[in-house]
């Protein structure tokens, strides 16, 4: 028995027999001449070295073989249009898998609500989040383990883009006994001889050094200064007394038992960016629309324009134009 001998028009004419019980109905349906029809199931009865069909006055019926070749064609049939029509739709950026690396405070804030209005527009794309630091996002990425990441901070990379996705401020976490929870603002130099709960402990540079930058141009000494992993560690020390935290506006959604979030004064203020990082070469159309999704988002992520002092960092090495402003530059 030849397989290769079978083609795709053989089982697509058989069927149609099948299904409209007759040679002239099978014709008409696939909008072809009776006798070439009559040839490829022929052709395929030769092929197979059985009858499939039993000819009848009133049209045809399926032999036994027949009966049992055209339930399995049937689903040949079927799993080729739903192949075809996946293709389709993973074409149109609507099917198929999104690797996203995530770290850090932005998972409380923007990255759930970019997440879920792309899950609303695309529900057949699975997503699968990695929690991955910055260094491990960049090497994921050239690696093509993610699509795209997000994190703070990123520097220029050849092979890679960055974009900023959102600017936040900060506000200072404190326990709700603290002297200060109840001011409306509050200026640096009036956490003076506090104890600093700092975070991340890895990578370098990172939100530590950002941080203790703010404390260093106004020349206000601390008490101590611990280093801990993450924000939700730091927040929960600060639920124990342990001491304050400078955290950004997506953090103050961590509503731990005893915490309030109070802001900056506007002379202490300073802007963080939550960046969207992906590989330069990646041209897929679902991460396209992923990334059309963020962007028609990122007007209502991102804290409202005000006159705020910056902090030093370097620009990203693409990034969508802004409107022009008399704000100074921003930490990356």
């Given amino acids: ?30 909008h072809v001449s009776q006798p070439p029809l009559t040839r490829q199931v022929q052709q395929l009865e030769q092929v197979l070295g059985t009858p499939l069909l039993v000819r009848k006055p009133r049209g045809v019926e399926p032999t036994d073989a027949g009966q049992v070749f055209y339930e399995e064609v049937r689903n040949i049939l079927m799993l080729t249009e739903q192949a075809a029509s996946r293709a389709q739709l993973a074409g149109q950026g609507q099917l198929g898998r999104l690797d996203v690396g995530i770290f850090g405070s932005a998972v409380f804030g923007a990255i759930p609500r970019i997440l879920q209005a792309f899950r609303d527009r695309f529900p057949r794309v699975e997503i699968v989040l990695h929690n991955m630091d910055r260094a491990g996002q960049i090497r994921a990425l050239r690696e093509r383990r993610l699509t795209v990441g997000f994190n703070r901070l990123f520097e220029e990379e050849p092979d890679l883009i960055w974009e900023v996705i959102q600017t936040e401020q900060l506000r200072v976490a404190l326990h709700e006994l603290h002297p200060l929870a109840n001011v409306a603002e509050i200026a640096l130099p009036q956490l003076a001889g506090e104890t600093l709960i700092v975070y991340p402990r890895t990578p370098r540079p990172s939100f530590v050094e950002q941080t203790l930058r703010l404390f260093h141009r106004r020349n206000v000494s601390l008490k101590t200064i611990q280093e801990v992993d993450d924000v939700v560690t730091a927040v929960a020390l600060v639920a124990s007394r342990f001491g304050v935290s400078l955290v950004t506006d997506s953090a103050s959604n961590l509503r731990l038992p005893g915490i309030v979030y ?53 620009q990203p090495a693409e990034a969508p134009r802004r409107r022009a402003s008399a704000r100074p530059r921003r930490a990356r």
């Fill in 1 to 30: 028995m030849n397989l290769a001998a079978i083609e795709f028009r053989h089982l697509r004419y058989f069927a149609a027999v099948v299904e409209q019980g007759s040679f002239r109905g099978a014709a008409l349906r696939l």
């Fill in 262 to 314: 109070v802001p900056l004064r506007m002379e202490d203020r300073a802007t963080f960016d939550l960046c969207m990082i992906r590989r330069r070469d990646d041209d897929s159309r679902l991460l396209h629309e992923f990334l059309a999704v963020a962007r028609a988002l990122r007007q209502t992520l991102s804290t409202p324009p005000t006159s705020i002092p910056a902090i030093d960092a370097p």
